[in-house]
């Protein structure tokens, strides 16, 4: 654990320190769970933002993309169920004070039993070499066994009572397991209680007339609402869908772990409108087509799982999230729901207005069904930004910090960087400069030893570090260092833009999928 901790503590002061994220309002103190993306930041999440884009509205001809309001009108929230049952089990500690999610409370009480499993399967793996096999081991060992046996008899019991919203036996699990306050050890508990996470505002300025209204807390129903807009629009045939990015509110209780779990944060969803019956064809084919695109970035298969849902959202008939390791254990990265067609039925109902799709095969009305992907920029933001941080050590003894990024999300493709600040070097750097910067994002650095340059680049995560010497003045060629491998080769100028394309291109890494 204390490995772990080491290492989120160094994802977040890197993420300071090499401009990638800041606290918000940092001179007053900063705002609880709210962030803002510095220079390199912005960059990376727009990056990472445009690979979603592409890989689901631009490579899919069926799919489209819109860009709905945060604010909107209130009954839509109460059609979606969120101003009636979009709550979270909360329970404060009476001593410490603090207030905790009673599920995350229990959650993190299995994820400890999980550590053992881990444990377990190591020491086995030490024993046993190349003849072990993995599968076989968690299915056959008794303790491993026993330890999984525990977690899903908790999980269960948990999921049963918030779906039955017995929140007294949500207490008394706690008290049997002997859950204690994470940061003092007391387990003077006070009642489970509801707490309803959207952040309320009026619009308007006069008392009679304004309005209660939400920030959205999730983009999803701003596709809803625009379902039969977008479809006669665009003239879309089922199945089809409607995919945004865009800002989404939750008044977390628990607002811990950076930017995994925000107040304010960013959703990159996309609703698939289906035939009613084909739903779970489609969102066994959404997990994959999901999965696939996580693993195109090559940030490492183990480190992504599945978790099917045991306790299902009102609106669901089936849900898994896609979980990453993060430096604190496998959480969730991304849900996958069969939202079945829930929301546009609420929508129908409450409007008043028909939600329904005129299907010419098969001559006749219905209201599609509908399969999500709904997956956090931060978090994605995170998975990436951790899983690339690298502490090396180099052959003369030094160790260097390195962000391995995905190439294609980098926030800067190539350094510019004259060997000296003299003999025309300088100009000769700004000129490659000025042609490369059509196409990349690119800097110029002529400041410190060129060592130190390399390092710094490799702290940000840049692929590409070209040198200008002097041989440069004789030959019109350069040097090119590469971030992964630190290998340095001399290459024309002219070839420059073709190398780079090459490896960052977003065609070549999304063909992966
Ligand atoms: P969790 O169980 O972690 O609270 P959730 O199941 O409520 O998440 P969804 O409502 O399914 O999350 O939202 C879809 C995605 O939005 C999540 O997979 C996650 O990546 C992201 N997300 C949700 N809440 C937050 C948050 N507070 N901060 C950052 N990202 C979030």
Known sequence: MAKQD??????????????????????????????????????????????????????????????????????????????????????????????????????????????????EIKKAQKRFGDTFSKDEFVTTNPRVLGYQEKINTILSRLGKSLENEDLADVKLLIEELEIADPLTGSKNWTDVKQFNLMFGTQLGASADSSMQVYLRPETAQGIFVNFLNVQKTGRMKIPFGIAQTGKAFRNEIVARQFIFRMREFEQMEMQFFVKPGTQKKWYETWKETRLKWHLSLGMGKDNYRFHDHEKLAHYADAAADIEFKFPFGFKELEGIHSRTDFDLKAHEEYS????????????????????????????????????????????????????????????????????VKKDGLPEIARKILDELKWDFSTTYDEKDAVGRRYRRQDAIGTPFCITVDHETIDNNTVTIRHRDSMEQNRVKITDLKTIIKKEIDIKSWLQKM
């Open 6 to 119: 080491d290492l989120f503590k160094k994802v977040i002061s890197h993420a300071k320190e090499y401009g990638y994220i800041f606290q918000s309002s940092e001179i007053y103190d900063g705002l609880s769970a709210v962030y803002d993306y510095a220079q390199n930041g912005a960059e990376l999440k727009k990056n990472i933002r445009d690979y979603w884009w592409k890989a689901m509205v631009q490579m899919h001809e069926n799919i489209v993309g819109i860009d709905a309001s945060i604010l909107m009108h209130p009954t839509t929230w109460k059609a979606s169920g969120h101003v009636d049952a979009f709550n979270d089990p909360l329970i404060d500690n009476k001593d410490s004070k603090k207030r905790y999610r009673a599920d995350v409370l229990v959650e993190d009480y299995c994820a400890k039993i999980e550590v053992k499993i881990e444990k």
């Open 352 to 419: 008043g207005k028909k939600m329904q799709y005129f299907d010419h095969e098969e001559n006749k009305n219905y209201v599609p069904y509908v399969v999500e992907t709904s997956i956090g920029l931060d978090r994605m933001f995170l998975a990436v930004f951790a899983n690339s941080l690298k502490e090396e050590k180099l052959d003369n003894n030094t160790t260097r910090v390195v962000l391995k990024l995905p190439s294609v999300l980098a926030p800067i493709k190539a350094a510019i960087l004259p060997l």
